[in-house]
């Protein structure tokens, strides 16, 4: 029957080109109608499902889908028809018969540049899909990072990451479209090849950096927002890890620029991981007269009275040495920030002179005594 209306719908046009173009027009019609239909009962069974789900992956994925769904549509009818177009140029025509596109030449150069066009559009499509499937993937998972115990890796190896899948994906489209136009593209990678390894040598310190950076982005030894030591000379809060530098900020308020293979070679110290539970350290010296067990006293009751000094561990108090001029203790307490350091060390060291100074607790001043012997004169 089908069949049937079209020989009726030929022969009453009287012209196969007419004909060939109306037939490829209604395919893409209805290939878009019938995906559209398709793609609100999907979103009616989808959007059910997708909102009862805990993570947003599948509502970014979703979204996604909703705002490019019709786009795939109109392309995969366009090029179902498209193709319907390009075989039925070869149906005979005519008295005396013959092929469509020898009865119009010129379309062959027509079908040739719109076949082209519309295969770098679908291509360049499916590409900027795809990058924003990356987006939403590595976004969700930085998310989902941050919320653990290795915080802040977003700021660090994950744009990187996003940043070379996005390279590789427009690469990979890069060389299917060379194909379509059957270009060779040896040629184009050995040059490419003799290039690199020139731009190589002439870089070998910007690429080790680089190589250093990636290191630390995947072995993780501080993260952005850590204290950390390297070297006696620097001790700052980690702002940023590049793929050349790490931007560390001092206690001036400076950002000092340390080369990223500068750090992987030195002994790094993270003041804050795994926890940003800190010590902090007073020595004191009291007179050789004073009370051992008094003095102990008064220090563990000023640490533990002090809102800056953790719970846990306590404070604790030690004998250390019999120095020249009086005995030296040392005071260890802990607080739960590093950055309460310098201030809790201040006021334990205000708070501890203040004590002694009331309860007559010498805090002795160097001192030597030289004894003389007289010899006897004979």
Same mark, same amino acid.
């Given at each position: 029957?089908?069949?049937?209306?079209?020989?009726?719908?030929?022969?009453?046009?009287?012209?196969?080109?007419?004909?060939?173009?109306?037939?490829?027009?209604?395919?893409?019609?209805?290939?878009?109608?019938?995906?559209?239909?398709?793609?609100?009962?999907?979103?009616?069974?989808?959007?059910?499902?997708?909102?009862?789900?805990?993570?947003?992956?599948?509502?970014?994925?979703?979204?996604?889908?909703?705002?490019?769904?019709?786009?795939?549509?109109?392309?995969?009818?366009?090029?179902?028809?498209?193709?319907?177009?390009?075989?039925?140029?070869?149906?005979?025509?005519?008295?005396?018969?013959?092929?469509?596109?020898?009865?119009?030449?010129?379309?062959?150069?027509?079908?040739?540049?719109?076949?082209?066009?519309?295969?770098?559009?679908?291509?360049?499509?499916?590409?900027?899909?795809?990058?924003?499937?990356?987006?939403?993937?590595?976004?969700?998972?930085?998310?989902?990072?941050?919320?653990?115990?290795?915080?802040?890796?977003?700021?660090?190896?994950?744009?990187? !990451?996003? #940043?070379?899948?996005? %390279? +590789?994906?427009?690469?990979?489209?890069?060389?299917?479209? &060379?194909? /379509? =136009?059957?270009?060779?593209?040896?040629?184009?990678?050995?040059?490419?090849?003799?290039?690199?390894?020139?731009?190589?040598?002439?870089?070998?310190?910007?690429?080790?950096?680089?190589?250093?950076?990636?290191?630390?982005?995947?072995?993780?030894?501080?993260?952005?927002?850590?204290?950390?030591?390297?070297?006696?000379?620097?001790?700052?809060?980690?702002?940023?890890?590049?793929?050349?530098?790490?931007?560390?900020?001092?206690?001036?308020?400076?950002?000092?620029?340390?080369?990223?293979?500068?750090?992987?070679?030195?002994?790094?110290?993270?003041?804050?991981?795994?926890?940003?539970?800190?010590?902090?350290?007073?020595?004191?010296?009291?007179?050789?007269?004073?009370?051992?067990?008094?003095?102990?006293?008064?220090?563990?009751? !000023?640490? #533990?009275?002090?809102? %800056? +000094?953790?719970?846990?561990?306590?404070?604790?108090?030690? &004998?250390? /040495? =019999?120095?020249?001029?009086?005995?030296?203790?040392?005071?260890?307490?802990?607080?739960?920030?590093?950055?309460?350091?310098?201030?809790?060390?201040?006021?334990?060291?205000?708070?501890?002179?203040?004590?002694?100074?009331?309860?007559?607790?010498?805090?002795?001043?160097?001192?030597?005594?030289?004894?003389?012997?007289?010899?006897?004169?004979?």
């Amino acid at each position: 029957m089908i069949n049937n209306l079209l020989e009726h719908l030929r022969s009453n046009l009287n012209n196969d080109l007419l004909y060939l173009v109306i037939i490829s027009l209604a395919v893409t019609l209805f290939i878009i109608f019938i995906g559209k239909i398709l793609s609100l009962a999907s979103r009616k069974i989808l959007s059910p499902i997708v909102e009862r789900s805990k993570t947003n992956f599948d509502d970014q994925l979703f979204d996604l889908m909703k705002s490019t769904s019709y786009k795939i549509i109109i392309l995969i009818g366009l090029f179902v028809g498209f193709g319907i177009f390009k075989s039925g140029l070869t149906l005979t025509s005519g008295n005396p018969p013959r092929k469509i596109n020898e009865i119009y030449p010129y379309i062959t150069d027509a079908i040739i540049a719109l076949d082209t066009i519309l295969f770098v559009i679908i291509v360049l499509v499916l590409l900027l899909i795809s990058f924003k499937v990356v987006t939403i993937f590595f976004k969700w998972y930085s998310g989902k990072i941050d919320s653990g115990e290795n915080k802040n890796l977003s700021g660090s190896l994950f744009p990187l !990451l996003q #940043k070379l899948s996005k %390279l +590789v994906l427009g690469a990979l489209a890069f060389v299917i479209v &060379l194909a /379509k =136009f059957k270009i060779d593209i040896s040629g184009f990678i050995v040059s490419l090849g003799v290039g690199s390894l020139a731009i190589a040598l002439a870089a070998q310190e910007t690429i080790s950096n680089m190589i250093s950076g990636f290191i630390i982005m995947t072995d993780r030894p501080f993260r952005i927002g850590d204290r950390i030591k390297v070297n006696p000379d620097l001790v700052g809060d980690v702002v940023e890890i590049g793929i050349r530098s790490t931007k560390v900020l001092d206690f001036d308020s400076n950002i000092i620029i340390v080369p990223n293979n500068d750090i992987v070679k030195s002994r790094i110290v993270n003041l804050t991981y795994p926890s940003s539970l800190s010590r902090v350290v007073v020595e004191v010296s009291v007179s050789y007269t004073c009370d051992i067990d008094k003095v102990k006293k008064i220090l563990i009751s !000023l640490a #533990k009275n002090n809102p %800056l +000094v953790a719970k846990t561990p306590e404070p604790d108090t030690f &004998l250390t /040495k =019999f120095g020249d001029s009086g005995v030296d203790y040392r005071l260890t307490a802990y607080t739960e920030n590093y950055q309460n350091n310098a201030k809790l060390g201040s006021e334990l060291r205000e708070a501890i002179f203040n004590e002694f100074r009331k309860e007559k607790i010498e805090i002795p001043f160097p001192q030597m005594d030289v004894h003389i012997q007289k010899n006897n004169e004979s």
